[in-house]
């Protein structure tokens, strides 16, 4: 009897248990349903915000580390050794948009460093090593025709920090058109481009004028950080001149401004390539090189200002 009695109360307790379950699941969707319907409300204030005139600021990065050490692991074919590999990206914006002109500046920095020691090899290097070095600056100035389009000048540096700072460095200057078909997308037209190469000693790199051509476009989806940039010159002079760069950062905060982060970039510049393959072949030329599109990319933690 006493063992009817418990299964009884077991069985009951079950089914009370799920019926609870079910009920709170019940009470729980139209909640769900008014959260959502709440945050639209807001999107809609935050995009009237985005809109009025004023200064817009904002940064987010990446910021990647991993470090190892061995010794005595003989399954390696270095059973002592120490490696690592750190580095860093920063996206920032400081856009000031009014009613008759805009001015929209941005900044990408995108710095590495990677080691390899192998202890037991005392002609190896132990010091870090310069991997990734991109460091862009742009900034562009428009009056505006109507709410999409406007007449430009634009301005956009490049080059790198690490090592062989402004050599090659690249400067853009022009003038043209600049269409803004939403308020998270720039696409610059300027016809009318000089690109001035900067380098030292007898190089390959020669400056030249030609059109310019950048679109940008940055967005934030509550916690999803997003821009691509690509920027593009081709040379009047010759295609040998021309180049083009592409690069995208993705940011996704998870706790208090700190999530993950990841961005990869594409770039074609022949000039860089011969100056490069120049090194180890010094007949190379344009017609003969093999140029391959550069790329890097990088993982780790982000954090959004």
């Known amino acids: 009897m006493k063992k009817l009695v418990f299964i009884l109360v077991m069985i009951f307790g079950v089914s009370s248990f799920a019926q609870t379950e079910e ?145 090659p460095g690249y400067l853009d200057l022009g003038a043209g058109a600049t269409w803004t078909p939403i308020s998270d997308l720039v696409v610059v037209i300027h016809p009318l481009n000089y690109n001035f190469v900067f380098s030292s000693g007898e190089t390959v790199f020669e400056s030249s004028m030609g059109a310019k051509i950048v679109a940008d476009y940055t967005k934030k989806i509550k916690d999803v950080s997003f821009k691509s940039n690509l920027s593009l010159f081709q040379s009047y002079k010759s295609s040998d001149y021309s180049n083009w760069t592409w690069t995208n950062s993705f940011g996704y905060t998870i706790w208090k401004g700190i999530g993950l982060g990841f961005e990869f970039g594409l770039r074609d510049n022949k000039q860089e390539a011969l100056n490069y393959a120049l090194v180890d072949n010094p007949s190379e030329t344009f017609d003969s090189l093999d140029n391959k599109i550069q790329t890097y990319w990088m993982f780790g933690l982000n954090y959004s200002f």
Do not use: C, H
């Open 23 to 167: 009920e709170l699941k019940a009470q729980m969707a139209p909640k769900k349903d008014s959260i959502a319907a709440l945050q639209a409300k807001v999107d809609a204030i935050q995009a009237q915000i985005d809109a009025l005139p004023g200064w817009k600021k904002g940064a987010f990065g990446t910021i990647g580390a991993n470090l190892s050490g061995f010794n005595n692991w003989y399954a390696k074919g270095t059973p002592n050794s120490s490696s690592g590999n750190i580095g860093f990206t920063v996206n920032a914006f400081a856009n000031l948009l009014q009613e008759k002109f805009f001015w929209r500046n941005s900044a990408n920095v995108n710095l590495a460093w990677v080691k390899f020691d192998d202890k037991d090899d005392p002609t190896d290097k132990t010091d870090f090593r310069q991997a990734n070095d991109v460091f862009n600056l742009s900034s562009l100035y428009g009056r505006k025709l109507s709410e999409k389009f406007a007449i430009s000048g634009l301005a956009e540096y490049r080059t790198t920090l690490l090592s062989n700072f402004n050599d």
